[in-house]
Structures are given as structure tokens and as C-alpha cells.
């Protein structure tokens, strides 16, 4: 990625047929996004100052223009084309840029400061995921992988850009990697340096070429392989009490409401697993799963983008593997 052009706000005069004419230089922003554009990375609007899309989500959709086709979200949008660019940022000005991990085949490490918390025993002594990360390499026996694009938060939080291949099904984790190591692939998205927030602004920490991802971190983002499930035939199994049901989800949207920091998503994920594997079963109709899921994720300030696509992944993934409450025991 390049720096936008720095225009310090100057104006250039153009002369055609005897009349003077201002143009003025591009918004800053938009300059950002252009850079990035050409590197190819996709891109697309955040609302100012913050990290939330600010294109239209599937509630809101009208199923018209780009989604007449059924409703494309922030992902299926992104682009590289400067004239969308220039129309989106052209619009607004001071709306944020965020890159889409998925179609720029990008994977980014974000590594988080400790923020006065105390790591686990296996990471005693750390007080930044940089620590941890150089600790994953001395293990491989591996130079830390910092000789890449890097971009720094307001947190501070450092953003290590990788290349992936096409094909990579790399996915977002939190903490699976080590502690305060969360990454984003495909279905995330990553704030690029440029970008501002009310705390500060995003920046570039070390201008490098994106390097493409260590073979030895990629066992550290990728989930064991799920067993094939296995056919079910549940019979004439009576279904269980309405109370006991209602007390199932109550504990379900709890536990996504009360996850620990840096844990929500992945929590939440697990959850809409588990309620999938129970509406294969025919324990609940995906209704009250979804209801329950996006109710407890509100509750738990999870934006709603990022929860409706991890519902609706957690629940997909489920149905392969159903069963019933009944198989416990009460």
C-alpha cells in the first residue's frame, strides 16, 4: 500500500478559453482508499470516525440496484474500481475506510495490548500480543513475521498484513492463536491506516510489501476438521416441555450476553452451533434460534453486521450435525 497524496488542502487554478477554474484536490479519505485500491484491496465506506459499514444491511435492504439479485452485504460490495470509489467517498468525504479480507486475499493479525490485564500462566510475562507472537515463533524456531505491511489502531493494536492464496478458507478468530492474537480473514474486514476515530487515528506502523503468510502460522488459525455426521433417525422422540426449552435458550443468550472480552464472537459462533444442530433436530424452529442469538448479541454490543453473519454461518455449519435435548439427560 502507498500513502495518499498530500494535498494540504491546495487548490490548482486551470485556465480553458480565458476563464479561470478551481479544482479541488480529492477528499483525504478518498485518497486512502484509492491507494489501497490499486494495491488490489477491496474497500468500502465506514461511518465516520468509527469501524461499523455504513452500507446498508440486510433488514434494510430494498432489493433493488446491486441486490436485485438478493442483498449483497459490505463484502460482496467491496471494490477496487475508482469511480465507485470516488462516488462512495465523494459522498462522504470523511467516512472511513475498511479493506474486506476475503476478496483482497488478505489475512491480518491483530495483536492487542494487554490493557492492564493479567495474561494466563502459559503467557505470564506478556503485555502485548507482539509478545506472544514472538513467543509462537521462537517455539517454530521461526524469525518473527514483522517484515510486512503493518498498520497500528488508536488502541494501540498492531495489524499484520499477509497474503493468502485465492482458495484460503481462513476464517476471523479471537484468541485462538495465543493470547491477545485475534486475526481476520474471510467474513472480516480490517481498518486501513488513514482512517480516524475519536481517540485517534489508524497509522502506518512499517511500510513493507505484504508478505504472504508464514506456512508455520497457518496451523494457529485453522479449525480441526469436524467429523462426517452420521445419518440420525430420531423416530417418534416427543418433544421436551415448553419451559424446558425456554430455559435452554435462556441459558444459551446468556452465556453470549456475559462473554468475557476479546471472546464474543467466538462464543457467539459456538452458540449458533449448537442452536443449529438442535433446529436440525427439530428442538426449535430457526426463528426462535435467530431471535434468541440476535437478542443476547445486542445485549452483548456485538454489531449486528458482524452477528448476523456469524449466526447465520454457526447455524448452516450446525444443521450437518443435528440432535435433540432429549439425547440428554433431563
Not at 480565458?18 to 465506514?46: E, S
Request: proline share 10%.
Amino acid at each position: 500500500m502507498t500513502a495518499p497524496p498530500r494535498t494540504h488542502g491546495t487548490v490548482r487554478r486551470h485556465t480553458t478559453r480565458g476563464r479561470t477554474w478551481r479544482r479541488r484536490p480529492a477528499p483525504r479519505l478518498m485518497g486512502v482508499a484509492l491507494a489501497a485500491a490499486r494495491q488490489g484491496l477491496y474497500v468500502f465506506p465506514l461511518w465516520p470516525h468509527s469501524k461499523v459499514p455504513c452500507l446498508h444491511g440486510k433488514r434494510a435492504c430494498t432489493g433493488t440496484g446491486g441486490c436485485a439479485d438478493g442483498h449483497l452485504g459490505w463484502e460482496q460490495r467491496a471494490t477496487t474500481e475508482p469511480d465507485l470509489i470516488r462516488y462512495w467517498w465523494g459522498a462522504s468525504p470523511t467516512s472511513n475506510v475498511g479493506i474486506a479480507c476475503g476478496p483482497s486475499n488478505l489475512y491480518v493479525l491483530d495483536l492487542d495490548p494487554a490493557h492492564g490485564r493479567e495474561p494466563p500462566p502459559e503467557w505470564a510475562g506478556a503485555r502485548h500480543g507482539r509478545d506472544v507472537l514472538a513467543r509462537l515463533a521462537e517455539r517454530a524456531g521461526q524469525p518473527y513475521p514483522g517484515n510486512t505491511y503493518t498498520g497500528r489502531s488508536p488502541s494501540p493494536s498492531d495489524h499484520l498484513y499477509f497474503r493468502v492464496r485465492e482458495d484460503s478458507t481462513l476464517r476471523n478468530t479471537a484468541g485462538k492463536a495465543g493470547w491477545r492474537i485475534d486475526s481476520r480473514g474471510r467474513g472480516g474486514f480490517i481498518v486501513a491506516p488513514g482512517s480516524v476515530r475519536r481517540d485517534g487515528i489508524y497509522t502506518v506502523a512499517h511500510r513493507a510489501p505484504i508478505a504472504p503468510l508464514p506456512e508455520w502460522l497457518i496451523p494457529h488459525f485453522t479449525p480441526p476438521p469436524r467429523p462426517e455426521p452420521e445419518p440420525i433417525d430420531f423416530g417418534d422422540v416427543q418433544p421436551l416441555p415448553d419451559k424446558r426449552r425456554q430455559r435452554y435458550l435462556d441459558t444459551v443468550a446468556a452465556t453470549v450476553a456475559n462473554a468475557a472480552p476479546h471472546t464474543a464472537h467466538d462464543t457467539l459462533n459456538r452458540a449458533a452451533f449448537g442452536l443449529g444442530r438442535l433446529i436440525a433436530g427439530r428442538e426449535f424452529t430457526d426463528d426462535e434460534a435467530r431471535a434468541t442469538l440476535h437478542i443476547a448479541a445486542q445485549k452483548r454490543q456485538i454489531p449486528t453486521y458482524e452477528a448476523d453473519s456469524t449466526i447465520s454461518d454457526g447455524l448452516e455449519a450446525g444443521a450437518r450435525y443435528p440432535r435433540r435435548l432429549a439425547d440428554r439427560a433431563a
